[in-house]
């Protein structure tokens, strides 16, 4: 995993997108990324999902996920970086792990004024204080203040015992992403079988089977994206010992084999969008030329 350019050094990052040395190739990175959307129209791919951006956009990256900047013209953010481990801690599991949380906002009102304001502030205290350990504790805090705001726009996480066992599974399934049995998770969550199928249909509505396997196919993406491993190599590092197992399990996943997914993936370009001007608060709207 990589540092975004020009992000590297101190705990939080922050810059303009347009700043940073970014082509159009996967970035993988170790820390949170949270981007706000400044000016122009474009695209922002997270994990292969791709988001319509407009100025007001806010996305938010979670560490080892990985992003496709559109690059178009005339588009800008902000970016702010940080480490998980900066973090006081927070009542918010669901979302500060889960790379299926949600990831994309268009935060309107006294939302939208009061992330702005907070993003703002971390980049200038940032300036003020950076490096300094009175600056890591009080940027640790902001930031952590700014996702609180973020998770207020999320539906409320219920806790229901079936919420409660498949968010154990799903934390589970990121400490050691590999392709395994349903008895194997059931077991270290000492639970029956039957009871985590029950509890994920209830909750997601698919079976726990379907859950791990789209992680690991999420998994296999990431790896096909970021690295230059043969595929047969990517297939055993998830747990497949046979090459052909691993790819008709990716194109059962994803409707692709794993070569022509990453041959895909490394022929696309952003589109083109037509510009638009920031209509968000000064420190936040990029420079004209």
Known sequence: MVSFGGLSGDPVGAARLSDLPLGHSAVQTADHVIILVTAGQGTHALDFVTYACRPGTLLWGRPGQVHQFGRQAGFDATVLTFPAAILPELPLPELLADPFAPACWQPAGEDEDAIVAE??????????????????TLIGHSVAVLLMRISALAPVPRRSPADLLIGQLRRELEREVRHRRVEDYA?????????????????????????????????AKRVLAISELPVADVGRQLGFEEPTNFGRFFARETGQSPGNFRAALHRTHAPRVPHQRSALPGRLTPRTA
Not at 119 to 136: E, L, M, P, Y
Not at 199 to 213: H, N, P
């Open 119 to 136: 993003i703002a502030q971390i980049g200038v205290d940032q300036v003020r204080f950076g490096g300094t350990a009175f600056g890591s």
């Open 187 to 219: 077991d270290q969550l000492r639970c029956s079988v039957r009871t985590l199928t029950r509890a994920s249909l209830a909750v997601t509505g698919r079976s726990a089977k379907q859950l791990i396997d789209e992680r690991v196919a999420l998994e």
